[in-house]
């Protein structure tokens, strides 16, 4: 029976808004991804059936096709195809899901998985009202009453349906950096990272997010800008960063006739739609999709990344789902490392993995929030 196994897991540092990478241009740091795949297993790039990449706001620079341009700007053969795709933040998840489908169902042997976002050089948002009209349509807007869809006042719902205060929202934010910093302190980032080389020769090695000089009471005196009198403010939001990361996928028979060793199986891939107002809940009935596919209970799950978009959503799925706590975001999540919304999957799927890898970790799981109320969620098994 075939299966969906990755070989390799790579990413670029995460870089700040206007930061280090924000001179790059999302097609060549794309192209940094691929070249990493390639150096990192030693497989001959005409091998590869499809670059599925994952994008969000597909305008300007990130526009005609980013995964196909990325293939040519990494000097890969032309023989190579390439497509872009938006499930909007779970983007470069949904990737994965699409690969993996592909080398189960036989339609393709070897294929890359992966995405992209410059947030500094095509900014959130920009894709919209660009002179070719508005999204959502007539439709949409008269089912929910004219609702200006937004993820802030979401956060904002989910503070309020599961009664979460201020100081927790904090509390987890400071806990993300103070992770994410002692997982940099320890190198627990260096093997999934390929350091990008800038035009002056400057090698940037490390996510860029981290405050390692925050504090609970400089967070307490932020403002709440979703919500006069709220809850959730800039550091409990994920930020706005640059980045790219990428998985090459095959079946076991395959990476055996290449030589290449498996790191992780694809268990299970699921995805769920809840709420497009709330728009950030999702993650939960992913969750339980995906356990009750795969057989498997939260106790079993040994490693989780669950996407910061804001510091409600992870609180509010550890309520509904009774998961271990430490189990969670064990090397910190975007409120600290960025949230670069077309890579994020990639990156998160990224860093699951060589934290199941360098703990022996059996199974972990991934699962992220995106607009319009959707969530990917899957389930990883170590090989």
Known sequence: ?????IVEAVRTPVGRRRGALSGVHPVDLSAHILRALVDRTGIDPAMVDDVIWGCVSQVGEQTMNVARNAVLAAGW??????????????????????????????????????????MSRVPMGSSVGSGVGMPFGPL????YGGVAFNQGAGAEMIVERWGLTRSQLDDYSLGSHRKAAAAQDAGAF???IAPVTLPDGTAVSADEGIRRDSTAEAMAALPTPFKADGTVTAASSSQISDGAAGLLVTTTEKARELGLTPLARVHTAVVAAADPVIMLTAPIPATEKALKRSGL??????????NEAFAPVPLAWLVETGADPAAVNARGGAIALGHPLGGSGARLLTTLLHRMRSEQIGYGLQTMCEGGGMANATILELV
């Open 140 to 143: 949409v807007l008269d089912r």
């Open 297 to 306: 209970a939260i106790g079993d799950i040994g490693a989780v990344e669950v």
């Open 190 to 192: 260096e093997a999934e």
């Open 1 to 5: 029976m075939r299966d969906a196994v």
């Open 77 to 118: 053969p032309e023989s190579v195809p390439g497509t872009t795709i938006d499930r909007q933040c779970g983007s470069s998840q949904q990737s994965l899901h699409f690969a993996a489908a592909a080398v189960v169902s036989g339609q393709c042997e070897v294929v890359v998985a992966g995405g992209v976002e410059s």
